[in-house]
């Protein structure tokens, strides 16, 4: 049995202040939450900060991102080894606005998966369609694209211990929510993807859904079969949409 994980995707909000109130108020509710892993998600400077508050509690740490390089002279770069120090688990690489707002390409991504893991951290990889390719009827196509760069790169084992994000750009932050059937679908078929190589690997692997997951549609979604869970961009700043969500998960 997968264990659901749901992660907060802060993006870049908050403040010292803001950080320690949201943290408080998930503190305070997390013996609420069922079977879920929960995470968290800052940006990189509030990490340690994040790491601290988190002390006695299993919410998991994640970045929002991090370099394909080890060391070096990257300026203003974030290495792999430099996000375990602070005890970060995960590492989201590929989000939908890395890729369109930053350049980053499958091969750039594959290549900061394979850092993230090389470096003991578990990366979790966005995958997703924007609008037009819905409407062309690509989407099936753009998702394996992005996640055959990372298979190709990696080898198939390299998705066990991993976590794949199935994100639909026009989802992301619009209110518009894939329905439940629509985001299985894609789901369905990564998972029918991933075991054409081994079938292990796909019964191991979570799939989560993130576009505009809220306390009220969480529970629909995350009912379904394929869905393992969730990665949270907006609702994740509200400690009671956010433990909402956590407890929606099976
Ligand atoms: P929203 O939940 O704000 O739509 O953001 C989703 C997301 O991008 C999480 O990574």
Same mark, same amino acid.
């Given at each position: 049995m997968r264990q659901p994980l749901v992660a907060g995707n802060w993006k870049m909000n908050g403040s010292a202040r803001s950080i320690e109130l949201l943290l408080d108020g998930i503190k305070g509710s997390l013996a609420s939450v069922g079977r879920a892993e929960v995470a968290v998600c800052p940006p990189y400077v509030y990490i340690p900060m994040v790491a601290e508050l988190l002390q006695d509690t299993e919410v998991a740490l994640g970045s929002q991102n991090l370099s394909q390089?080890? %060391? +070096? #002279? !990257?300026?203003g770069e974030i290495a792999a080894s430099m996000l375990l120090d602070f005890g970060c688990r995960y590492a989201i690489v590929g989000h939908s606005e890395r890729r369109t707002l !930053?350049?980053?390409?499958d091969a750039l991504v594959a290549a900061k998966y394979a850092a993230a893991r090389a470096a003991g951290l578990r990366p979790i990889l966005c995958v997703g369609e924007i609008l037009e390719e819905r409407e062309q009827g690509v989407t099936e196509d753009v998702v394996a694209r992005q996640l055959d760069a990372v298979i190709e790169l990696e080898g198939i084992e390299a998705l066990a211990d991993g976590v794949i994000a199935y994100e639909p750009v026009w989802a992301i932050g619009t209110g518009k929510t894939a329905s439940p059937q629509q985001a299985q679908d894609v789901h369905a078929f990564i998972r029918q993807r991933i075991a054409s190589r081994s079938g292990a690997v796909a019964e191991q692997v979570r799939i989560l859904y993130g576009g505009s997951v809220k306390a009220a549609n969480a529970a629909d979604l995350f009912a379904m079969p394929d869905i393992d869970g969730g990665l949270i961009? +907006? #609702? %994740?700043?509200d400690a009671g949409e956010f433990i909402a969500i956590c407890q929606a998960a099976p």
């Amino acid at each position: 049995m997968r264990q659901p994980l749901v992660a907060g995707n802060w993006k870049m909000n908050g403040s010292a202040r803001s950080i320690e109130l949201l943290l408080d108020g998930i503190k305070g509710s997390l013996a609420s939450v069922g079977r879920a892993e929960v995470a968290v998600c800052p940006p990189y400077v509030y990490i340690p900060m994040v790491a601290e508050l988190l002390q006695d509690t299993e919410v998991a740490l994640g970045s929002q991102n991090l370099s394909q390089h080890q %060391s +070096g #002279a !990257y300026t203003g770069e974030i290495a792999a080894s430099m996000l375990l120090d602070f005890g970060c688990r995960y590492a989201i690489v590929g989000h939908s606005e890395r890729r369109t707002l !930053y350049g980053e390409d499958d091969a750039l991504v594959a290549a900061k998966y394979a850092a993230a893991r090389a470096a003991g951290l578990r990366p979790i990889l966005c995958v997703g369609e924007i609008l037009e390719e819905r409407e062309q009827g690509v989407t099936e196509d753009v998702v394996a694209r992005q996640l055959d760069a990372v298979i190709e790169l990696e080898g198939i084992e390299a998705l066990a211990d991993g976590v794949i994000a199935y994100e639909p750009v026009w989802a992301i932050g619009t209110g518009k929510t894939a329905s439940p059937q629509q985001a299985q679908d894609v789901h369905a078929f990564i998972r029918q993807r991933i075991a054409s190589r081994s079938g292990a690997v796909a019964e191991q692997v979570r799939i989560l859904y993130g576009g505009s997951v809220k306390a009220a549609n969480a529970a629909d979604l995350f009912a379904m079969p394929d869905i393992d869970g969730g990665l949270i961009g +907006g #609702a %994740s700043l509200d400690a009671g949409e956010f433990i909402a969500i956590c407890q929606a998960a099976p």
